[in-house]
């Protein structure tokens, strides 16, 4: 619902919906808001993480893609691809990992899985 609410005028004259930044910001934000412990592009000896969440006692991984520019599935996929919970593991809490997609053309979520290990 929280991306429903944007004004249709925010789009006006611009590309920003066709980019994850843009919505992993609007995440970001929510996220801030609530003063939990939150990790930006959190590096791992494969890549980075896209967003970090530990709250809790427990640790929440996000990785955002847009539709239009990879395949259904891919940003769930992603996080077991490069192994990133394994920063993670040695914490010893539940961790959770989160693929979300939008899509530039709905400039909404249209994807969500959620696997926990």
Do not use: C
Not at 18 to 24: I, L, Q, R, T, V
Not at 45 to 74: W, Y
Request: no cysteine.
């Amino acid at each position: 619902a929280f991306y429903a609410s944007i004004a249709n005028d925010w789009y006006r004259k611009n590309e920003l919906s066709g980019f994850e930044g843009y919505y992993a910001s609007i995440f970001y934000s929510y996220f801030a808001a609530l003063g939990v412990d939150i990790r930006l592009e959190d590096p791992t000896n494969f890549g980075r993480i896209d967003m970090t969440v530990l709250f809790a006692g427990q640790v929440f991984l996000f990785e955002f893609k847009v539709v239009e520019l990879n395949p259904a599935g891919s940003a769930l996929q992603q996080l077991k691809d490069m192994a990133y919970a394994d920063k993670y593991r040695a914490r010893a809490e539940p961790i959770h990992l989160i693929g979300v997609e939008f899509s530039k053309t709905s400039r909404n979520i249209v994807g969500f899985e959620v696997e926990t290990l």
